[in-house]
């Protein structure tokens, strides 16, 4: 069955756009490389989810606006996509829809102006010659009678397995203090952007722990870094090899730091690796 659905195009351009804010930027990495991976909830909605494996995000999006009822974290979708966003034409579209319709608000007074996407599957044409069945496919995305944009499929690698990292978010005891990169604040404050007016919440899990946070629809996942009144712990660089071995990491840590309260060792701590890949 080929895959079609309208959503409301106000609240689909936010959540594309806070994201995004979370992809990564590593070429090398191609199902997380300025990607939204696009789940499927038949009847209820789409969840778009991006990560660059320290910082996540994930917005859901109702079909129906007025009953935002979302599903379970750890309820899987019936259908995914990761969507590639490299040029940023999609990105670009989500701009000028949220642009657009929050002129028409306020011009209507009307605050719930939505307007619809369509969203559905196109085969990509290929100017060299592909086996029968073997074209590439693109996330056809239409404002009708205004814009349209096409952003390629990638389906040669998986999207992270974020839901086990989620549900190893647990707290494990109260941290002295939990420091943030600069660049994190920056990003939520982007996300901000789109949910006017909105607290920023946080959930701090302890020294082992991811940062929970929520703003507006938006919510994800930040890596913290553990200091105490004698160091500051700075973050280190990702290698490949931290990345494979990521998840795995992020499984263990909530058991690992219930056994032992002492104070971890800079090479092993969380910060040195990523949380998602």
Request: net charge negative.
């Amino acid at each position: 069955m080929t895959f079609r659905t309208d959503v409301p195009a106000f609240s689909f351009a936010k959540a594309w756009q806070a994201v995004s804010i979370a992809a990564s930027d590593d070429a090398a990495r191609p199902a997380l490389h300025r990607t939204v991976n696009l789940e499927v909830f038949h009847g209820r909605g789409v969840r778009l989810v991006s990560t660059d494996s320290y910082m996540l995000a994930h917005v859901f999006v109702p079909y129906d606006t007025f009953d935002p009822t979302q599903p379970e974290i750890e309820e899987t979708p019936d259908e995914s996509y990761i969507v590639k966003d490299a040029n940023g034409r999609g990105l670009g579209l989500m701009k000028f829809i949220e642009k657009q319709i929050r002129a028409w608000r306020k011009r209507e007074e009307d605050p719930d102006i939505e307007g619809e996407l369509m969203l559905s599957i196109a085969n990509v044409e290929s100017a060299q010659a592909t086996l029968e069945g073997m074209n590439g496919r693109a996330m056809r995305m239409e404002w009708p009678d205004r814009e349209l944009v096409q952003c390629p499929l990638v389906e040669d690698s998986e999207f992270v397995q974020w839901r086990q990292v989620d549900a190893a978010v647990a707290p494990v005891g109260e941290p002295d203090r939990v420091a943030l990169s600069a660049d994190f604040l920056r990003d939520i404050a982007k996300i901000g952007s789109h949910y006017p007016g909105a607290p920023v919440q946080l959930e701090i899990n302890g020294s082992m722990g991811a940062v929970r946070f929520t703003l507006g629809e938006c919510r994800g996942l930040l890596m913290p870094i553990r200091v105490s009144e004698d160091e500051q712990i700075e973050p280190a660089e990702q290698t490949e090899e931290d990345a494979d071995a990521a998840l795995e990491f992020a499984l263990a840590a909530e058991q690992e730091s219930n056994s032992d309260e002492s104070d971890f060792d800079t090479d092993d701590q969380f910060a040195s690796g990523a949380y998602g890949v």
